[in-house]
């Protein structure tokens, strides 16, 4: 059979001559929209939330809007998803309320603000300073970033100054209906966040949506009520924060589920004027999948200021339904000597039971070293 050779022509409608006209077909194409940087210039007028706002929605799908200049802003500005928005440093790019704004937000999710019923696509936030201006704004809770978003990202950003949360991820939108889907897989890294009015970060979640997180290597200070809550801490890990100016408990962990705490450094909490029962961790547990809470440094350089408080170092307060299982290992907890303080207190509450393997930890300083409650069972591990 004859072979045909580098010479010899191709008959029409072969494989190889219609490899070729499809080749050529091809060729011929547009070649796709590449994504651009898109340089947004603030002018530090209360126009600029206007000019942001009007490049967000002329931007396409994979944009980056660099954002420069100081920003002075009278509305919230729209986080549309698949979309970056950054500055050059976070001192270079201050984005700040407008006297008398009383926001909701500085920063927010496009699908938050649009009462939609489902997560945003991913959107990523860094290199910027959000500042609150409370002074001037005193008829809101003002928040620095609301994230409706799933798989997304905030890091290296300052956030100053909030009568809100400095952070905030929610699964309930604007008009106060929660989503239908899951909002999960995102990162909070290397942020500072400093003054914030209620929690330096926020995780609202009414039902079981804003789980498998990391919240890694940022610094808050000075939270008028906790430096982290996570109404739903399932999947997430929360390693290597400091922490201290917290006004009552440091690290407020709910629903355990495959949760890692770990790396942490809580220099202080419980110390705000409100009295109550003030933990640097205090968690709740789900009744299936094991957790970790390990190598935290817990102390109270402030002392224990309020009088009528009670203060538990590292707190496991209930488990939500079944039996419980967390590992607490490594934590070195150093009380001041008072009265009034636990360093590790584990209690089951309404659940079935709690198996705790407690080993290696350091704890000093506190009245009662370990408090077991009933059900509670605790063990050094293999």
Same mark, same amino acid.
């Given at each position: 059979?004859?072979?045909?050779?580098?010479?010899?022509?191709?008959?029409?409608? =072969?494989?190889?001559?219609?490899?070729?006209?499809?080749?050529?077909?091809?060729?011929?194409?547009?070649?796709?929209?590449?994504?651009?940087?898109?340089?947004?210039?603030?002018?530090?007028?209360?126009?600029?939330?206007?000019?942001?706002?009007?490049?967000?929605?002329?931007?396409?799908?994979?944009?980056?809007?660099?954002?420069?200049?100081?920003?002075?802003?009278?509305?919230?500005?729209?986080?549309?998803?698949? +979309?970056?928005?950054?500055?050059?440093?976070?001192?270079?790019?201050?984005? +700040?309320?407008?006297?008398?704004?009383?926001?909701?937000?500085?920063?927010?999710?496009?699908?938050?603000?649009?009462?939609?019923?489902?997560?945003?696509?991913?959107?990523?936030?860094?290199?910027?300073?959000?500042?609150?201006?409370?002074?001037?704004?005193?008829?809101?809770?003002?928040?620095?970033?609301?994230?409706?978003?799933?798989?997304?990202?905030?890091?290296?950003?300052?956030?100053?100054?909030?009568?809100?949360?400095?952070?905030?991820?929610?699964?309930?939108?604007?008009?106060?209906?929660?989503?239908?889907?899951?909002?999960?897989?995102?990162?909070?890294?290397?942020?500072?966040?400093?003054?914030?009015?209620?929690?330096?970060?926020?995780?609202?979640?009414?039902?079981?949506?804003?789980?498998?997180?990391?919240?890694? /290597?940022?610094?808050?200070?000075?939270?008028?009520?906790?430096?982290?809550?996570?109404?739903?801490?399932?999947?997430?890990?929360?390693?290597?924060?400091?922490?201290?100016?917290?006004?009552?408990?440091?690290?407020?962990?709910?629903?355990?589920?495959?949760?890692?705490?770990?790396?942490?450094?809580?220099?202080?909490?419980?110390?705000?004027?409100?009295?109550?029962?003030?933990?640097?961790?205090?968690?709740?547990?789900?009744? /299936?999948?094991?957790?970790?809470?390990?190598?935290?440094?817990?102390?109270?350089?402030?002392?224990?200021?309020?009088?009528? =408080? +009670?203060?538990?170092?590292?707190?496991?307060?209930?488990?939500?339904?079944?039996?419980?299982?967390?590992?607490?290992?490594?934590?070195?907890?150093?009380?001041?000597?008072?009265?009034?303080?636990?360093?590790?207190?584990?209690?089951?509450?309404?659940?079935?039971?709690?198996?705790?393997?407690?080993?290696?930890?350091?704890?000093?300083?506190?009245?009662?070293? +370990?408090?077991?409650?009933?059900?509670?069972?605790?063990?050094?591990?293999?």
């Amino acid at each position: 059979m004859h072979k045909p050779t580098l010479s010899t022509p191709l008959a029409r409608g =072969s494989l190889s001559s219609r490899l070729l006209s499809s080749l050529a077909a091809l060729l011929l194409l547009p070649l796709p929209t590449l994504a651009a940087q898109v340089p947004v210039a603030c002018n530090n007028t209360v126009t600029d939330d206007e000019t942001l706002n009007a490049a967000v929605a002329a931007s396409a799908v994979g944009d980056e809007l660099v954002i420069s200049g100081p920003c002075l802003i009278n509305s919230t500005v729209r986080l549309r998803g698949q +979309r970056a928005y950054r500055g050059g440093e976070p001192s270079g790019t201050v984005i +700040r309320q407008a006297n008398g704004a009383n926001l909701a937000a500085l920063l927010a999710s496009d699908t938050w603000l649009d009462v939609a019923t489902f997560t945003g696509d991913p959107v990523s936030v860094k290199n910027l300073t959000l500042e609150g201006n409370p002074t001037n704004n005193t008829g809101r809770a003002t928040d620095g970033i609301v994230l409706m978003s799933w798989n997304s990202t905030v890091e290296n950003t300052r956030i100053n100054n909030m009568r809100g949360s400095g952070i905030r991820l929610t699964n309930t939108n604007s008009a106060g209906t929660p989503i239908v889907n899951t909002q999960v897989n995102g990162r909070i890294v290397h942020n500072f966040i400093s003054d914030s009015g209620v929690h330096g970060v926020h995780v609202q979640d009414s039902g079981n949506s804003v789980t498998d997180w990391d919240l890694i /290597d940022n610094w808050i200070a000075d939270s008028g009520v906790s430096a982290i809550r996570l109404e739903n801490s399932a999947g997430w890990k929360v390693r290597g924060n400091h922490l201290y100016g917290v006004g009552q408990t440091a690290i407020v962990a709910q629903r355990l589920f495959g949760t890692t705490i770990s790396d942490n450094y809580i220099e202080g909490f419980g110390e705000g004027t409100t009295a109550g029962t003030w933990a640097g961790i205090g968690a709740t547990v789900q009744g /299936d999948a094991a957790s970790v809470i390990s190598d935290n440094k817990i102390f109270n350089f402030g002392g224990e200021p309020n009088t009528a =408080s +009670r203060y538990h170092y590292l707190s496991i307060s209930q488990v939500n339904y079944g039996t419980g299982f967390v590992s607490v290992t490594g934590n070195a907890i150093r009380g001041i000597g008072s009265t009034r303080s636990t360093g590790l207190n584990y209690e089951k509450g309404g659940g079935t039971a709690l198996t705790v393997t407690s080993t290696g930890n350091l704890v000093t300083g506190v009245t009662t070293a +370990r408090n077991v409650g009933t059900g509670v069972t605790v063990t050094a591990g293999q």
